[in-house]
């Protein structure tokens, strides 16, 4: 018998140690070794984040109507290893862009896919979210660390081998047995299928508005992903102590993640959501108003807020109010418009904004964490979520 909380916490890890030294450090890796303006790397990336929401939204729930989610997992893992190797020979703008478009097609399905087996495994095995995610976590702090050393030493030029050497152990580990249930193959329906699933969602005005205020909330994240690391350069942040500044975000969301089930067990979906508005709004005209190093520090404490409560919000809704079936596609949605192309349009305006000044991509962002707060105000009494 396969353990799925111990499947679970490994395999995020793995993918979260991946995930940790592409997102907050592939634009700073695009400026640095191929030399391309900040403007540019926005543009590489936000076409990329683009990308990803078509293949989240499109590709992730056709692929688990016609495979297990193991297979979804093993096959995406292989491509990705193979899509980022031709990062080696690309060095000018038109080849990166189309590879970077490639890659966020193939490897950020993974993204709902772990997340669907952890929904799917909450209901079938009882399993701890937030134990387990919180393992995805520590994964993501170990890649920051990792890099922020190796950085140090070898400059950038480490970062896209770590990814290599990260990729390939995940594909590994996908290909070792795991839990049954998420080897079953899917039931042949018919071809409506799909989009009745979609319909079916779309018709719940509670999951609309909590899918709305997820991708507001997730959305404003773009600029500390995108730009984080570079402002840290501009402020004159050494690249060792970078990482270590860019896990105390990351410490509070293990911690948060590993507590979550306990302390918010009982709290309504709604009153997370307005948690989670309050603290990004906060955030980010903080990092405006006092661009220093130590304010920044500062609001990393609220991470774990303005990003793991309304993860954990939005997680949990979709685990208490729908079926099986609906999960995959709730997890599409959600990874296509609040992971992707939400952050796609504001990595594009914040890359804007910070070439006019840095400080400013951070408070644009606050543009959409404050009427997250207003729509929960007015819609959780009448919905009740």
Do not use: C
């Not at 995940?170 to 042949?188: C, F, G, N």
């Amino acid at each position: 018998m396969i353990n799925s909380q111990k499947w679970l916490s490994i395999n995020f890890f793995a993918f979260f140690f991946t995930w940790g030294v592409f997102l907050p450090y592939w634009t700073g890796w695009l400026t640095t070794e191929k030399g391309l303006s900040v403007f540019q790397a926005s543009i590489i990336m936000g076409s990329g984040m683009l990308a990803r929401a078509f293949s989240t939204f499109v590709l992730f729930p056709a692929a688990t109507k016609l495979f297990s989610i193991r297979k979804v997992l093993i096959w995406t893992g292989f491509l990705a290893f193979l899509i980022m190797a031709l990062y080696l020979i690309a060095d000018s703008f038109i080849p990166l862009l189309v590879i970077t478009i490639i890659f966020s097609i193939v490897y950020p399905v993974l993204l709902p896919a772990m997340e669907s087996s952890a929904s799917v495994l909450m209901k079938s095995d009882r399993i701890h979210y937030g134990k387990s995610r919180s393992f995805g976590s520590a994964g993501f702090t170990f890649g920051l660390l990792l890099i922020g050393a190796a950085t140090a030493i070898w400059s950038e030029k480490a970062i896209l081998w770590i990814m290599l050497v990260g990729l390939a152990l995940m594909w590994y580990l996908y290909t070792r047995p795991s839990p049954a249930v998420l080897m079953i193959q899917p039931e042949k329906s018919k071809s409506s299928q799909k989009k009745s699933d979609f319909k079916r969602l779309l018709s719940s005005k509670p999951f609309v508005i909590v899918l709305i205020l997820a991708i507001l909330l997730q959305g404003a994240h773009a600029s500390y992903y995108n730009f984080g690391f570079i402002y840290l350069q501009d402020l004159g942040v050494n690249s060792l102590y970078i990482g270590f500044i860019l896990n105390v975000a990351i410490m509070l969301e293990i911690l948060f993640f590993a507590r979550a089930d306990l302390l918010f067990s009982k709290t309504k979906v709604s009153t997370m959501f307005l948690i989670a508005g309050t603290g990004s709004t906060l955030r980010w005209i903080l990092i405006f108003l006092f661009p220093t190093i130590w304010i920044f520090v500062l609001t990393q404490l609220l991470h774990a807020v303005s990003f793991g409560v309304a993860h954990y919000a939005f997680i949990q809704f979709i685990s208490k109010r729908l079926s099986h079936n609906e999960i995959p596609a709730a997890q599409g949605m959600y990874a296509a418009f609040a992971m992707s192309l939400s952050t796609a349009v504001l990595t594009f305006a914040g890359g804007y904004l910070y070439d006019i000044s840095p400080g400013l991509a951070f408070l644009g962002m606050s543009l959409f964490s404050f009427p997250a707060i207003v729509l929960v105000l007015l819609t959780r009494k009448k919905f009740s979520y």
